[in-house]
């Protein structure tokens, strides 16, 4: 089986669950995602050798704000809180 992950590329000649894969690269199984011939598998699957394989990097992030009031278009990021005084008192 043919196995890419970044810009690096292995080669296997025998079968084994996707899990097995991982192990032997090192790689932790929560940081990709395992593609075989363009299908996304579980680590239970099993990978033949005629296969092709992708690990594709897992990324996490969120929406990061700017604390720039003019890079915000008038919407308030977090760590911003507006202060109203009352003036009827």
Do not use: C, W
Not at 23 to 37: C, Q
Not at 64 to 69: L, M, N
Not at 81 to 86: A, D, E, M, N, V
């Amino acid at each position: 089986m043919k196995v890419r992950y970044g810009d690096k590329e292995y080669e296997f000649d025998r079968r084994m669950p996707a899990r097995k894969l991982l192990e032997e690269l090192n790689i932790l199984p929560e940081t990709v995602v395992v593609v075989k011939n363009d299908e996304i598998v579980t680590e239970d699957e099993m990978l033949d050798v005629g296969d092709e394989i992708e690990l594709v990097r897992v990324i996490s992030g969120g929406a990061v704000r700017s604390t720039k009031p003019e890079e915000r278009n008038g919407e308030r990021g977090a760590g911003e809180l507006k202060i109203f005084h009352r003036t009827d008192q």
